[in-house]
């Protein structure tokens, strides 16, 4: 292109593989909600409310309540390291890795879902609800069933990380929106039959069906060679010391919903769900927007790391400020129809005007928090490409004590909307925190560079 150099013209055609690998993985993943959607509808059809379907959801959070934060913390920490090596030793050096990580990953995710399930069991006798004659013989199929399903969807989940590495992000995105509907579609065949295990063979085959995709994708690509045990190296190492950072952030910052839940109990009977309500607009608007960026965003900066210093914090900066535009504009624009938002989703029944009132008023605050959670995000993406997952962990702590302090203070002032307010609060306060940490240590690089020339 004349008038153009090499470099600007190579950042341009990155900007467009970043806005384009973005916009398909967001549409993706929104398909994957709206798929999700149709099976709870389907769940409903069948099932409606009952005694059985309250013994799969315990069942269900039983297996699955440490899985997801394992295997996100495993796919933010071994992905930035796999593409590093993938870059600078070829892909046989990468594959090892991943050979040497995902085995004992896979035995230590089975260990925690076992010992998940078994801390279940014990625990739900406390509640009156299920100690009936016969929860035993109900309850411990489910388990048997969707234990399975919740290693396979945590091996899924690293796989696709894997994938999204080497830029594939239309066949892991195709898996997981498939995931549903294979789902639905066992359900709706063996529901009368089989009744509320047909659910948990719905998961498992959901599950199953997604895992296939990821394992046969990295076998063709020539990345999956099966799993064995092997020694570890260096960057294994280095993996699972990342990976215990973010599994402690996560865990840190999973505390943040149990506090706002508590707040609004303490607030009196209503609140807890006025809050829930409240919260599930901007949280399909954030999963859907910084799933899919993120997916992108986190191979991208670990691999233009290895060519350039300068590169991911420019690019950092570019996607930061378009984020943030971009974020602001939905954040306005839910403000302003938070209220006939609420009435058309909710407005009938016994959802009285008063519930549409604060619950608008919660969905409104709620949605402030949306620029500076992308910013947030986006910065520890940028941070955990580098390999330098410890921050969060401070952050995190952070957070939580900011989170203490602000719901009980708003809470006091606006009742459950406070709690809500307190929720940007916090991640205004985590993005400034991740810009400082990205700015203090740009600055220590760019001493040192300065050094050595």
Sequence with gaps: MIGVEPGQERERSEKAWLIRNSALAGGLLLAGRAFSAVREMGVAYAFGVCAELDFYVMAFMGVTVMQMPLAGAMQVSLTPQFVRLFEKEGADKARELFQQVMIRFIAVLAGIVLLSALASGLILPCFSSFCSVGWRDLILPLFAVLAPASLSAGVATVGAGILNGRGDFLRPGCAAALNPLIGLGVLLAFYRNWGIYALSWAVLAGSVVELGVILGTLWRTG???????????????????????????????????????????????????????????????????????????????????????????????????????????????????????????????????????????????????????????????????????????????????????????????????????????????????????????????????????
């Design 223 to 453: 990345l999956f060679g099966g799993i064995r045990w092997m020694p570890l190296s260096a960057e294994a190492r280095s993996v699972w010391r990342q990976f215990f950072f973010a599994v402690g952030s996560g865990l840190i910052m999973a505390q943040t919903a149990v506090v706002d839940q508590t707040m609004a109990a303490l607030l009196g009977p209503g609140n807890v769900s006025s809050l829930s309500y409240g919260g599930r607009l901007p949280s399909v608007v954030l999963s859907v927007l910084m799933g899919g960026v993120s997916s992108v965003l986190l191979p991208y900066f670990a691999r233009i790391a290895t060519r350039d210093e300068i590169a991911p914090r420019r690019m950092l900066e570019w996607v930061c400020r378009r984020m943030f535009l971009l974020a602001a504009i939905l954040s306005a624009a839910m403000i302003l129809l938070s209220e006939p938002l609420t009435r058309l989703l909710y407005g009938r029944g016994r959802f009285l005007p008063a519930d549409v009132a604060t619950v608008s008023d919660i969905t409104a605050c709620l949605a402030l928090q949306i620029p500076f959670y992308m910013v947030s995000v986006t910065g520890i993406r940028y941070l955990s490409a580098k390999g330098l997952n410890q921050w969060m962990l401070g952050i995190s702590a952070v957070n939580l004590t900011i989170n203490i302090a602000g719901d009980y203070l708003l809470m006091r002032w606006f009742g459950v909307a406070g709690i809500a307010l307190n929720t940007a609060i916090v991640y205004l306060c985590a993005s400034i925190m991740v810009w400082g940490v990205v700015f203090c240590l740009n600055s220590g690089m760019n001493e040192k560079r300065m050094e050595n020339e």
